[in-house]
């Protein structure tokens, strides 16, 4: 059997390679993910997937499907990491900060000099739609 391989994607975090990767191995297909050195990673996506050369074609179909449907992450995330934010009322992880206001912003730069990080963020879920402030 072949060893060659090929890159069938290219990713910027290594976890939306390694959701790639399970999703092929769910499939049947073996996949390796690498890391571009740091200067590389700067030009394109960091990580690569890559496959025998010959589930190439099958790889980049699978891929392609999931790339359409959104995903979930509350399937990937265990219920115990607490690394993720999480909505306070139905625990998803499917959760999104809401942009600043400019005037928030303003505010922050001149009476405060900090990063506007430190603010308290308006957050809100896609799961159930609750909001919430941090
Ligand atoms: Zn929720």
Redesign the pocket.
């Known amino acids: 059997m072949s060893t060659h391989t090929e890159t069938v994607m290219s990713f910027k975090s290594e976890m939306e390679a390694h959701l790639a990767q399970s999703k092929l191995s769910s499939s049947g297909i073996k996949s390796t993910v690498h890391r571009f050195s740091r200067y590389r990673a700067l030009a394109s996506g960091g990580y690569l997937l890559k496959v025998s050369t010959c589930d190439i074609a099958q790889a980049r179909a699978i891929l392609n499907k999931v790339a359409e449907a959104e995903v979930d992450m509350d399937e990937y995330v265990s219920d115990d990491d607490e690394s993720y934010t999480?909505?306070?009322?139905?625990?998803?992880v499917?959760?999104q900060a809401e942009p600043l206001s400019t005037q928030m912003f303003l505010l922050s730069v001149v009476l405060l000099g900090l990063p506007f990080l430190f603010i308290a963020r308006d957050w809100s879920?896609?799961?159930?739609?609750?909001r919430w402030r941090t």
Not at 86 to 92: D, F, H, I, K, T
Not at 125 to 130: A, F, L, Y
Request: proline share 7%; aromatic share 0%.
């Open positions: 999480r909505c306070p009322v139905c625990r998803s499917n959760v879920c896609r799961k159930c739609d609750h």
